[in-house]
């Protein structure tokens, strides 16, 4: 039984392919989402069915693996039962022989007042979709009404210096600049702000500092404004308008604010009633399964190793893979074996061709360099030709020509039509 | 002025491209949509970003054009303004000098009972995207209870023998068979019935008899029911399905049901106090104005011309061009020309390599080389490079493979999260 469709997940049921096992994949949505890519989505870049692949398509050709579309509400390690809700909001019970968790990460507010409110994270396909609708939504309305630019209505304010704010905020500057002023000409869109928010003193606090001062002088020369050493007091809604208003003082007028400054692991590791870590991850044995349940691993995002790992793709992949050895080693009746994680490095993307990529062995890429390693890499993982080529499309496309597809609002989108959107016969 | 961006519109004005006319274009969503591909959007085969494409962007370099997001209420020809309701909610009033009335035209139930709440029609991308979730609900819904198929509650029942009718049913049987088939290996996917219905002894009455039999034949070949001299006498809601009573007492249970039967003339046309035919189009003068009204023309699926022109694109772009050049004209002080319509032939696709074209010299083209015609057509007229590499990519794909990349369901489409779909913030 794997517990969610991501990185994890996915490398967990592919490591059992050879192994005398039924897997059962269950999730609350039928499609793998590549997050690393979403805030694609959220500037244009992508469409939705770029960066999401349906779970049945990628085992279509392996035989031992059944997917459930279902929301696991609950775990009972010891009766060794998953607890779900399906579509149809019937609940039901599953039970396994062995678990691998892998139900990745949430993102937290810290408490900070106005956010779950007034703010859009960053961690599902609605998200993005949302957001991208939310910065169209304020630029259609400003071409009826210009002086919402001067009231800071089109600003957007993104929380968080990390890779996704980071690469958040520098393509969302660069969908400004280059693709809606040219389709809204009788805006003063250069007069639009985009503000990065970072209460450490730095970007990029996974990366190394000179990666992190790059990243700002790069946003900065793009334009971005960048402010860090200052946290989030709090987001006030004034009805046109929401206002970030930081520790300082500082109060930034913001169309829409997006929150990219925290994740825990997913609420299902507390339900279990064991051990967890500060952010919420379950803590785990060197071999990756819970302390006193031998058939069951948690990996990737909820998973609190020694020391703990980043939230990204690559100690979920590593962890699927290990996990899925040590369940066939257990069926063979041999010991488990402890988990190394081999860091690969990591890289972020400040916009077009520039990017930082830092490398265990010391040795770093950046700008033009680091944007070829970053976007062979991401090919290379995207799941699937299909999606492959469409992005590599998409991404010609955009960078030749500086237009952008995916930026539609429909009518529905709007107060234009009062009526509720369309329930599904 | 130019009222709606669909084919008629974005032809009308890319016409006044070197006219001395500052050109407005006013429709309720922010995109042009390629609606003869819609059906394809809900079976999965394109993706929404396909098949809509940014109107700002289609006029980029064609600096006289302005485009407001605004959806019109009213038009008041004797004060020559328009009425709009703007995304925020607020009504304003836009004058003008010349009008081209291009709305386009709107799904009708012919007041058949149940239709408006238990049928899904295919005139807008949010149509297309509602019956795809419709069905790929279904389907997971029934990978936990597959007893769903014995009731008929994955059935498809589409009503209307037309090219959409003919399309979509051909289209979503070829979904079912070769790929959904596939992904849920433990259906009895075969057992799920594609069901077309018409109330005209056969189907295609736009084309010639030996295509309507030929797509009768091929649908049926592919495994679509095809139920041909009999009307929709009601849509009856109960619970799990929906089940189509006919008018000869027959009673087909669904899943879904499509309702792609009747279209009339945008309801904007009632507004305006002018004639009108029989299906709600807009009577005109010879050369498409509105009687009374010189520096008014209605085109495309708006307008009664005599004789009445087929619903479809052709007649929409030619009366668009048309509209422009007598624009033009009465600017120059010249006479208005009468519209001449050049039929430039009907096309309806069947499924994988199986479509009738038929050309106004009486030629035929059916089968593959009838689908290589349509799928180069299609190709041309698709608006931007973009769309159309990704459609290419996304049509080599499906049919090499027989995959489809489209058919992702998220948790808030289902009934696993019972909080509302998100407000935007």
Request: net charge neutral.
């Given at each position: ?369 680091g944007w070829v390693a970053w976007l062979g890499l991401h090919l290379v993982y995207l799941i699937g030709f299909r999606n492959r080529a469409n992005v590599l499309v998409n991404w010609a496309w955009n960078y030749l020509t500086f237009d952008r597809g995916s930026r539609i609002v429909a009518e529905r989108d709007l107060a ?10």
């Amino acid at each position: 039984m794997i517990v969610g469709a991501g990185f994890g997940g996915l490398a967990a049921a592919k490591g059992l392919r050879q192994s005398p096992v039924d897997v059962e994949i269950v999730d609350a949505n039928n499609f793998h989402l590549f997050q690393p890519l979403l805030y694609q989505v959220a500037t244009a870049g992508l469409d939705a069915d770029d960066v999401a692949y349906a779970v049945r398509g990628v085992f279509r050709r392996q035989r031992n693996v059944n997917v459930q579309m279902a929301k696991v509400t609950a775990i009972d390690l010891d009766r060794r039962v998953v607890g779900v809700v399906r579509g149809t909001g019937v609940s039901d019970e599953l039970s396994y022989d062995s678990l691998v968790l892998a139900a990745g990460a949430v993102s937290t507010t810290y408490g900070i007042a106005g956010i779950d409110e007034h703010a859009i994270s960053l961690k599902s396909l609605d998200d993005a979709l949302d957001l991208r609708l939310a910065v169209l939504q304020r630029f259609e309305e400003a071409a009826a009404d210009p002086s919402m630019i001067e009231r800071g209505e089109l600003n957007v304010v993104v929380c968080g210096g990390g890779p996704t704010g980071v690469e958040t905020s520098g393509a969302m500057m660069e969908f400004f600049t280059k693709v809606l002023a040219k389709d809204f000409p009788t805006l003063d869109v250069r007069s639009v702000r985009v503000i990065l928010v970072e209460a450490a003193p730095r970007l990029l606090g996974a990366l190394s500092e000179k990666s992190g001062e790059r990243a700002m002088r790069t946003l900065a020369k793009r334009g971005v404004e960048v402010r860090v050493g200052v946290g989030v007091d709090r987001v006030v809604d004034e009805g046109e308008r929401r206002v970030v208003h930081l520790a300082d003082g500082t109060a930034l007028p913001a169309g829409v604010v997006v929150w990219a400054a925290g994740v825990r692991a997913s609420p299902l590791a507390e339900s279990l009633g064991v051990e967890l870590t500060k952010g919420g991850r379950i803590v785990v044995a060197d071999d990756l399964s819970i302390p006193g349940h031998p058939e069951a691993f948690a990996i990737g995002d909820i998973a609190g190793t020694e020391p703990l790992l980043p939230q990204v793709a690559q100690p979920a992949i590593q962890g699927g893979r290990h996990a899925a050895r040590q369940i066939a080693r257990r069926l063979e009746g041999a010991a488990t074996e402890a988990f190394h994680y081999r860091d690969k490095g990591s890289m972020a993307t400040i916009g077009r061709h520039d990017a930082v990529a830092e490398f265990p062995s010391g040795r770093r890429l950046t700008g033009f360099a680091g944007w070829v390693a970053w976007l062979g890499l991401h090919l290379v993982y995207l799941i699937g030709f299909r999606n492959r080529a469409n992005v590599l499309v998409n991404w010609a496309w955009n960078y030749l020509t500086f237009d952008r597809g995916s930026r539609i609002v429909a009518e529905r989108d709007l107060a234009i039509d009062a009526s509720p959107r369309r329930s599904l016969p």
